[in-house]
């Protein structure tokens, strides 16, 4: 019977099958980071038990970091305690791989990953992270866990976990120019919801998935979660095994290509069922903004703030009127008339150095508006950082009035020193719009990172397929 | 963990959709390295006034009068009756431990995201799906009945309200178990490490490069 590429990673690693279908199963990677970790590195302990291997673990400090003047080290005493209890954590226990704060690789785990071949295709990944789900870009089944499951994978190496259903998001055609990554995972969202993927795992598939890079491909299974679901993926082919060759922790020799036979079998066969599929045509994607509360509250660039009145379900009325009033935004209102005071360019979501080059052709030559109170560009890595200013990417920032910071989550989530101040509007290169994300009453606008760059310079949406590039 | 059986409980009501786990518990808590002491900042935002910093005396704070937690006639609150969706975003587990150190043990709603309700239950907090109809009915009847408790019972996997009417649900017959017992289950996982010590040895031979 064809397999979906969901079944084949699934069945791969089932040690063992609860009669009610919870499966134990066997985790290859376990990517650790200072937030989630130290509850079960001292759960561990408590209970007198042993990492299971430790050779699976690949860690970093990312969400607690600071992206500005490291030699004063963290000044936040609870965030330092936290990054410190991590490095105390990895010292004891061992890793494959760490790469704590200020290390050249240290950086978003979900950045750091990939970039150093520590996922691989095929492989179950783990983090105590909902963004987990980024890895699945390689053809990996990566689960977002909580800490108990952190704890819980440390000690026996397996998830416990049902199968979900499987959902095919196929995206045919082609994207127009000016077009990303973010704009599409964005419009998949506005279409089935924030809980449209709860219970699925998401295959990622189509022309236009296709056409991505691996960087693109990231920034959609990254967004899977925000779609309710736990896990996305896309099938492996040349753009995956191009990508990791080469790369720190990828196999080399002999090794490389017994593994690149196998990753070849990483796709869905030809007429696997699904339990849902969903049609999307590229070229019907705009240049997404979101306007709400909820990544779902999504609008095309040359479109308008919706109405309460558009809204049939009271829930959803509600939600909407709700939203309207924390974002400060009224109903009608075009979407290129709303100001933005802050611009963020970082995240999981959109910090790799095609996101940097992305935001850097439209801000080249240009200066950052006046009304703009602060414009971060946040690498997502170390690497990052060094490829972005070999390219001279870090000067063409500067040059902009923009902020060239050090790698970290920042303003994605707010944990460190760089948030929104009350009232506070941003564009914003993340992944989540909730009330208070980036900051206690701040009101987060979903885009893409060329649409951040020229909010930054027009001081307010603007339609990136129109906006005059300096050569 | 601690174990669920039973419980008779004052219901809270808090009828909005999406609630995330931000909402829940915001990131400012999410720098301390303990499990528990979440309780009092459980929605902090909607919660209090001003803005919550770790080490803050919360007895002390500004509490948001329109907050529906706020309301005398839901203090001591032990069931959460709750929207679509609930619970969704960050993969946080301080959300589960923020709700349960407040001081609630189950969650009524008619959905719940996928992270979150995996959560809830290594805590000892039960997530029960009913259907939007039931729980539209209960948000009528808690809204219209001052002191509005529900009795659950996990082993008959049944919601019974105060006008006797009885309500069904549904729960995976292994997180059930483990619940009702109190079960670790790393305790119990690592009952079958012979068999996982097999799957790896195999996984060795064959995948080599992913044990380098």
């Known amino acids: 019977m064809p397999q979906t590429l969901y079944d ?22 376990h990517l650790v980071h200072e937030v989630t970790s130290p509850q ?38 609870v965030s330092r305690q936290q990054v410190e209890t991590l490095d105390a954590n990895i010292r004891e226990v061992g890793a494959l791989a760490y790469f704590p704060f200020k290390d050249a690789r240290q950086g978003i785990v979900h950045v750091v990953g990939p970039e150093n071949g520590a996922t691989l295709p095929g492989m179950t990944v783990v983090c105590g992270d909902s963004h987990t789900s980024t890895h699945g870009a390689f053809a990996c089944l990566a689960h977002g866990i909580g800490t108990s499951e952190v704890e819980h994978v440390l000690a026996t190496q397996c998830l416990l976990q049902k199968k979900m259903k499987s959902m095919l998001v196929r995206v045919d055609g082609k994207v127009g120019a000016g077009v990303t990554a973010k704009d599409i995972v964005l419009a998949i969202i506005g279409r089935i919801g924030t809980a449209g993927g709860t219970g699925y795992a998401i295959e990622f598939g189509g022309a236009a998935i296709r056409a991505l890079s691996m960087e693109g491909r990231m920034t959609v299974c990254n967004m899977a979660i925000e779609a309710g679901a ?187 020193a760089d948030r929104l101040e009350p009232g506070e509007r941003c564009a914003s290169t993340s992944n989540r719009n909730f009330e208070g994300r980036q900051g206690n009453g701040g009101r987060t606008h979903l885009v893409s990172p060329a649409m951040a760059a020229a909010a930054a310079i027009s001081g307010h949406f603007t339609d990136v397929r129109k906006f005059p590039r300096v050569s | 963990m601690r174990a669920f059986t039973q419980l008779d409980g004052l219901v809270a009501p808090l009828d909005r959709a999406n609630v995330d786990t931000d909402a829940i518990i915001p990131k400012q808590f999410l720098k301390s390295i303990k499990r528990s002491g979440f309780g009092p900042n459980a929605f902090d935002e909607w919660r209090y006034l001003d803005r919550g910093e770790p080490g803050m005396d919360n007895s002390r704070r500004p509490a948001n009068p329109d907050f529906v937690l706020n309301q005398a ?131 060795r031979i064959e995948q080599p ?3 380098a």
């Open chain 1, 230 to 416: 736990r896990v996305g993926f896309v099938a492996v082919d040349d753009t995956t095994i191009d990508y990791l060759k080469g790369r720190s922790f990828s196999p080399t020799g002999e090794a490389w290509d017994r593994a690149v036979a196998h990753w070849r079998t990483l796709v869905s066969d030809a007429g696997a069922k699904f339990d849902a599929v969903v049609e999307i045509d590229a070229a019907t994607i705009r240049p997404q903004v979101t306007w709400g509360t909820s990544p779902e509250m999504v609008v095309p660039v040359d479109g308008s703030v919706p109405a309460p009145e558009d809204f049939a379900d009271p829930v959803k009325r509600e939600g909407v009127t709700r939203a309207l009033q924390y974002m400060g935004l009224t109903p009608r209102t075009p979407i290129s008339e709303i100001a933005v005071d802050q611009v963020f360019i970082g995240s999981c979501t959109n910090s790799r150095i095609e996101d940097l080059r992305e935001a850097a052709a439209v801000a080249k030559g240009r200066t950052k508006a006046v009304s703009v109170r602060r414009v971060l560009v946040v690498p997502g890595s170390g690497l990052v950082k060094q490829q972005a200013e070999a390219e001279g990417l870090d000067r063409i920032f500067v040059s902009a009035g923009f902020e060239w910071r050090e790698p970290g989550c920042s303003m994605c989530l707010a944990m460190n």
């Open chain 1, 40 to 77: 079960a590195f001292e759960g561990l302990k408590i209970a007198g038990r042993k990492p299971w291997r430790i050779s699976s673990i690949v860690a970093t400090a990312d969400h607690n970091t600071p992206t500005d003047h490291w030699e004063r080290g963290i000044e936040d005493p």
């Open chain 2, 73 to 203: 006639r839901y203090q001591g609150a032990s069931i959460l009756l709750t929207r679509d969706n609930f619970g969704c975003g960050s993969s946080r587990e301080h959300a589960p431990w923020a709700l349960e150190d407040y001081g609630f043990r189950a969650l009524v709603g008619t959905s719940f995201a996928d992270i979150f309700y995996n959560n809830s239950f290594k805590n000892g907090l039960l997530p029960i799906k009913l259907p939007p109809a039931e729980i539209d009915a209960l948000f009528a009847q808690v809204a219209a009945t001052p002191g509005y408790r529900l009795k659950i019972d996990l082993a008959a996997q049944i919601v019974t309200r105060p006008d006797g009417k009885v309500l069904g649900f549904d729960v995976d017959p292994f997180r059930k178990e483990c619940l009702l017992n109190g079960w670790d289950d790393i305790g119990l996982t690592l009952r079958h490490a012979d068999e996982i010590k097999a799957f790896e040895a195999k996984r």
């Open chain 2, 209 to 211: 490069w992913l044990f």
């Open chain 1, 8 to 29: 084949k990673l699934w069945q791969s690693h089932v040690v063992r099958t609860e009669a009610d279908g919870t499966a134990l199963l066997y985790i290859d990677r």
